[in-house]
Nanobody, 123 residues
Framework: QVQLSESGGGLVQAGGSLRLSCAAS????????MGWFRQAPAKEREFVAA????????YYADSVKGRFTISRDNAKNTVYLQMNSLRPEDTAVYYC????????????????WGQGTLVTVSS
């Protein structure tokens, strides 16, 4: 089982950047596709980005394509989300998790969610 801990959130002005990190424990980290989801106040959690187990493929929600970059370092058991050109609508709690894909949709493969990290973008 993989356990995850997100960090790197904070308050940033619109147009700014943040890099989120997700540290994983467990020997099987490198075997999982990983992803980020986010949940804004009063909204449902939504998919943001995913990366294959070896980092060779990445996938993005249309709302963040061209602005966010997901990456991973399997030697460090860490997944990153570089967020540039942030907008107020990016304000949310961001969660990382192992992911699975069904058709064009992405799901949490672990079932449970971590505590997430809060990103607040001011206008």
């Amino acid at each position: 089982q993989v356990q995850l801990s997100e960090s790197g959130g904070g308050l940033v002005q619109a147009g700014g950047s943040l890099r989120l990190s997700c540290a994983a424990s467990g020997r099987t980290f490198s075997g999982y596709a990983m992803g980020w989801f986010r949940q804004a106040p009063a909204k449902e959690r939504e998919f943001v980005a995913a990366i294959s187990s070896n980092g060779g493929f990445t996938y993005y929600a249309d709302s963040v394509k061209g602005r966010f970059t997901i990456s991973r370092d399997n030697a460090k058991n860490t997944v990153y989300l570089q967020m540039n050109s942030l907008r107020p609508e990016d304000t949310a709690v961001y969660y990382c998790t192992a992911v699975r894909r069904s058709g064009s949709s992405w799901f949490n493969a672990l079932g449970a969610w971590g505590q997430g990290t809060l990103v607040t973008v001011s206008s």
